[in-house]
Structures are given as C-alpha cells and as structure tokens.
C-alpha cells in the first residue's frame, strides 16, 4: 500500500546540467501529473499523462522541459540545461481514473541549481 | 483554460475562531472541486472535495460551499486550533485536468 513516490527527495546540480526527476505513482492509477512549486508560491501545472492518452503538455515552461511515462506507470521529468529559475519543489500526483477522484501527491523533489 | 483564484494569500487567526478561504474559477465545465492542506516539508493532502452537483458538504469541523453560478467555491474551518496551521489549496478539475489556485497561509494563534 505504497503511496506515491518520488526520487531523488533532492537534487543540487549546475547550471547547465541534465536533471531526471522520477515518479512511482500508485498502482492502477491512470492518471499523473506534474506540478511545480516555487519558494512560498502556489502550485504550478506542468503536465499530466491519463491512460494511453497523448499528454496535456500545456504546462511546460519552455523546450527544456519533458516528461515520458513508460508502461503507463513510472514517469520522469527531465530538465536539459537547467537555469537558477528552474530552482523550486517538484511534485508529482496520481489519480484513480476519472475526474472527481483524489489526487494523491508524492513528497516532492526539492531542486536547487546553483 | 481552466484558471483558478484564492484569496486571501495570507489568513491569521485566534485558536478557536472561524477562517474562510475563497476561490473563484473561469470554466463552466468544472466538475470536481478539491481543498488540499499543505504542511512544511510535505505533499498536498486532500482535506475535503464537492462535486458540481452538491450545494455544500460538512465533515466535522470543515465545510466547503460551491456557487455554480458565480463560479466560485469557499471552504470553511470552524473552531480553529493550532494545528490547522499550514497553506491551503483549491482546485479545480475539468476532465482530468487539475488546476490549482495560489494557495492561502494560515496561521492561527494559540
């Protein structure tokens, strides 16, 4: 009865750097979301994964940033060449499939590039 | 797209009074509205949910209220203790997609 999980808890790298971040949501869930959360501010859509369905990607910031989703299951959120700005707690969510059931949320990987 | 907005940012109370947090959203076709509690170090929890087709719900000392003609949603906490300390989300989902308002800090004073 495993919840969602997430790794690395944290993540210090360079600017400029690759960085994966992963997800292991919970079992059977079809749905997985990405959220970003900047120091003290609210929680920002990146993007989500339902079933066999083509990703919402309308949350990425920019180019840099992707995500795959193997197997329906395990996600990563990979970050190519990162900035200062992309500094911030990443938490990733999964839900039972249909759209009026919680969202459980993994702990977060906190990411600081220095 | 969905956009979702909360006020206050910041709520301080007295332990044993009342807070209400407000949200408002922009897309008729919301469904599914969440009030998740984040405490320091940690992921959201859901703390209570209303669907479109429900008024309000109560679970002891929360409640959450939804306007569907104005498109807004509040959740109330009575009898405020200390521990209800931390930041507060609403959401809003339409289909799957789930979009979270800025969040509220509340802190209350014993």
């Known amino acids: 009865g495993a919840g969602v999980s997430q790794s690395p808890s944290n993540k210090v790298t360079e600017k400029g750097k690759d960085v994966e971040l992963r997800c292991d949501p919970i079992s059977g869930h079809t749905a997985l979301y990405w959220y970003r959360q900047s120091l003290g501010q609210g929680l920002e859509f990146l993007i989500y994964f339902q079933g066999n369905s083509a990703p919402d990607k309308s949350g990425l910031p920019s180019d840099r940033f992707s995500a795959e989703r193997t197997g329906g299951s395990v996600s990563t959120l990979t970050i190519q060449r990162t900035q200062q700005e992309d500094s911030a707690v990443y938490l990733c969510a999964s839900r039972p499939d249909g759209s009026d059931t919680e969202a459980f949320f993994g702990q977060g990987t906190r990411l600081t590039v220095v | 797209g969905e956009n979702v907005e909360q006020h206050p940012s910041t709520l301080s109370v007295q332990e044993g009074d009342s807070a209400v947090i407000k949200c408002t959203y922009s897309?008729?076709?919301?469904?599914?509205f969440p009030w998740y509690k984040q405490e320091l170090g940690k992921g959201p929890q859901l703390i209570i949910d209303?669907?479109?087709?429900?008024g309000e719900k109560k679970d002891q000392r929360i409640a959450v209220t939804l306007n569907k003609t104005a498109k807004h949603f509040s959740l109330h906490i009575t009898e405020t203790q200390p521990e209800d300390s931390a930041v507060y989300f609403c959401a809003a989902s339409i289909t799957d997609k789930l979009i979270f308002g800025t969040g509220t800090r509340l802190q209350v004073f014993p």
């Open positions: 897309d008729s076709a919301s469904n599914y």
């Open positions: 209303i669907r479109s087709n429900v």
